[in-house]
């Protein structure tokens, strides 16, 4: 079957950094998308992998490991704004997106 | 970035009543749109893949009769509940694909629609 997981909370402090992992089991694959979804909103992409390696964007990196069916999203420089739930999904042969269930990571001054 | 508008943003109707959302892509053609569901501190819940022109693509579980989708124009598409019930109450969510590069290599969503059924 495909099963996306995540952890389901984390807690950082403002200025450190946060590693936020996933692994995945799809049927074929398409890339790897991380999502940012603020409580009540719809979600905001962040970022996409297809290979392997490490994808910087601003504070924001994503690392994709294909062989492990792994990922990580890291996030440097945190913000309180940074509070907010993180969606990991794999896309899957069909195009797909499978959803992991979110990681709600909680920011502490 | 490309952007995706869903209206109404909130909705409360009576139980029984139909609700019509829209999901609008408005600096690209969509021809694929996704339409899911979100429970409280759940993940999104893929409900159907609707495709303009034709019949949309329902998920297991999900009942094509009570959510009516429809993909009239490429810019468009409609998730009708029909005959709503409390159960129904969730936050509905749509995406589309800008289609450029790989297929489905971005989703942008719709600001979702809290829909509550009294």
Redesign the interface.
């Known amino acids: 079957g495909q099963n996306i997981d995540q952890p389901t909370e984390m807690t950082a402090t403002e200025g450190a950094i946060v590693q936020i992992n996933c692994t995945y089991q799809t049927s074929g694959f398409?890339?790897l998308?991380w999502y940012q979804q603020h409580a009540?909103?719809?979600?905001?992409?962040l970022s996409?992998n297809?290979l392997d390696g490490l994808e910087e964007k601003g504070r924001f990196s994503s690392f994709l490991s294909r062989s492990k069916g792994y990922s990580y999203l890291l996030l440097k420089e945190l913000q309180m704004k940074d509070s907010a739930s993180y969606?990991c999904a794999g896309?899957d042969s069909n195009?797909?997106?499978i959803?992991?269930?979110?990681t709600k990571l909680i920011i502490k001054p | 970035g490309a952007v995706v508008s869903q209206h109404p943003s909130r909705v409360i109707c009576k139980s029984g009543t139909s609700v019509k959302i829209e999901c609008r892509s408005l600096d690209f053609q969509a021809t694929t749109m996704f339409w899911y569901r979100q429970f409280p501190k759940q993940s999104l819940m893929l409900m159907a893949t609707s495709n303009e022109g034709s019949k949309a693509t329902y998920e297991q579980g999900v009942e094509k009769d009570k959510f009516l989708i429809n993909h009239a124009s490429l810019t468009l598409s409609t998730l009708t509940v029909t005959s709503a019930h409390p159960e129904d109450s969730s936050f509905y969510i749509c995406s589309a694909s800008t289609g450029q590069g790989a297929p489905g290599t971005e989703a942008f969503f719709g600001q979702g629609t809290r829909l509550t059924v009294v």
């Open positions: 398409n890339g998308f009540g909103e719809a979600p905001t992409f996409y297809v969606l896309m195009y797909q997106l959803w992991g269930a979110g």
